[in-house]
């Protein structure tokens, strides 16, 4: 299987983003996940969403202001952020959850797509 995260770009704080991961291969059957890396910072979870679409989670930095959401027909997942701030500045990635739901460890994904860069100016 192979993502590819699109959709970054640079915006001012107060802003919105909306990014999309297509997705070949299987999809419809796993929970995605969206995760984000800052410059000399470790990988850290964003939020997921499961196979259905039915239910996510989010890291609390990111809750009330980002949604993630899926289209199953088209293969695609999406990272919808609002009231973007600086400390959002990142290069976000997509990923595949292989098991443990509710996890939020990169160790527990795989597929990772190239990343897309958000940069937030304030």
């Known amino acids: 299987v192979q993502l590819q995260a699109s959709g970054g770009g640079l915006v001012q704080a107060g802003g919105s983003l909306r990014l999309s991961c297509a997705v070949s291969?299987?999809?419809?059957?796993?929970?995605m996940g969206w995760f984000r890396q800052a410059p000399g910072k470790e990988r850290e979870f964003v939020g997921a969403?499961?196979?259905?679409?039915?239910?996510?989670y989010y890291t609390d930095s990111v809750k009330g202001r980002f949604t993630v959401s899926r289209d199953n027909a088209k293969n695609t997942v999406y990272l919808q952020m609002n009231s973007l701030k600086p400390e959002d500045t990142a290069v976000y990635y997509c990923?595949?959850?292989?098991?443990?739901?509710?996890?939020?460890?990169?160790?527990?994904?795989?597929?990772w797509g190239q990343g897309t860069q958000v940069t937030v100016s304030s």
């Open positions: 990923a595949r959850l292989l098991q443990s739901w509710g996890s939020t460890s990169p160790a527990d994904f795989d597929s």
């Open positions: 291969g299987t999809f419809s059957r796993y929970t």
């Open positions: 969403i499961i196979s259905t679409g039915g239910g996510s």
